[in-house]
């Protein structure tokens, strides 16, 4: 037996492609992702043969149209400057975000409905390198202060390249990422719905892409075909004479939510803005003895790609 294979090893780069599927040769000294990485590597349609043999058994299989799939996962953080993107961004990019920068103010991120950005991706396991093409995938962020605020990159999708072994370990540079940003409730500065303050308990949201892969003549890659974005939020239940809020079921409202106080953590600051919210449900729940409602609220858009912003500052 020879060199054994560790997990502690693993490591993904990732850069956004120029073009589709043409691979962006990250580097670990730039393009390093502080990520938890659970991918299928090989990843397909498995077909069954089927005919007449004259026997019981398995007649065996052929597995057509490789590709990987699974999810990355990472913290929320500040960045390195007011202005400069999260060293994260590319993730968020192949989720169908598009980024604009204010130089020295803030970088915000919107949906995009086409044109979507994809990467490459490199998954090293000790010396075994998987090269991934096309990426694109989903996100879901848990902005609670009952845990430090994660990005699951989810649903991710991409093409299959041969796994080939190089010389040596990789040496990953994470000096990009900044500390993981803290969610407690003097961190969380801003959190109303619909223009309420809330004691809220926890909350996710979820970007809600159908990422698909599509095998067609002439043509191979990964789309994303739709979005539907949902907040799930979970907060302490109200007087009735303070605020009902099962009348506004089915209602519309906005939702703002900062992370970091202005001025003070600058370059920490991190805002989610939704306009346009419907009450889809409420469910009452006990947590500490205390009522709660878990409430689901569907993003409207009231016009191509307004649907939320993300802003790092």
């Known amino acids: 037996m020879g060199e054994r294979i560790f997990e502690q090893d693993t490591l993904c780069l990732a850069a956004v492609e120029a073009n589709y599927a043409t691979d962006a040769a990250p580097t670990a000294a ?6 938890a990485t659970d991918l299928t590597l090989l990843d397909g349609d498995q077909e069954a043969l089927e005919y007449d043999a004259g026997r019981g058994g398995s007649k065996g299989s052929i597995q057509r149209n490789k590709r990987i799939s699974g999810s990355l ?25 598009v980024p604009t920068v204010t130089a020295d103010t803030d970088v915000t991120y919107a949906p995009a409905s086409t044109g979507h950005d994809s990467a490459t991706l490199h998954v090293f396991r000790g010396k075994i390198k998987h ?3 096309g990426a694109r995938c989903n996100l879901e962020m848990s902005l609670g202060p009952d845990a430090l605020p994660k990005m699951t990159f989810n649903n991710l999708m991409g093409l299959y390249v041969p796994p080939t072994q190089v010389a040596a370990f990789q040496d990953a540079d994470f000096t990009a990422f900044t500390t993981p940003s803290v969610t407690d409730p003097v961190s969380i500065t801003v959190m109303t719905l619909f223009g309420q303050a809330v004691n809220m308990s926890s ?3 979820k ?7 599509r095998a067609v003549v002439n043509d191979e890659s990964v789309q994303i075909v739709e979005r539907r974005p949902q907040i799930e939020i979970t907060f302490e239940e109200p007087q009735l004479s303070d605020y009902n809020w099962w009348e506004k079921l089915s209602d519309y409202g906005a939702l703002a ?7 003070v953590d600058e370059g920490n600051i991190f805002e989610l803005n939704i306009p346009n919210l419907q009450l889809n449900s409420i469910t009452p729940t006990i947590i500490d003895g ?3 409602l878990q409430c689901v609220l569907d993003v409207v858009p009231t016009a191509r790609d307004n649907d939320f912003t993300m802003v790092f500052r």
């Open 30 to 35: 730039a393009n390093a992702m502080r990520v």
């Open 73 to 97: 996962t990472g913290y929320l953080a500040g960045v390195s400057a007011a202005g400069e993107p999260p060293a994260i961004g590319p993730l968020m990019q192949i989720a169908g975000l």
């Open 131 to 133: 090269g991934i093409l």
């Open 203 to 205: 909350m996710m949201f």
């Open 207 to 213: 970007l809600g892409n159908n990422v698909v892969y």
């Open 257 to 263: 939510y900062q992370l970091g106080e202005d001025t």
């Open 290 to 292: 205390i009522s709660h």
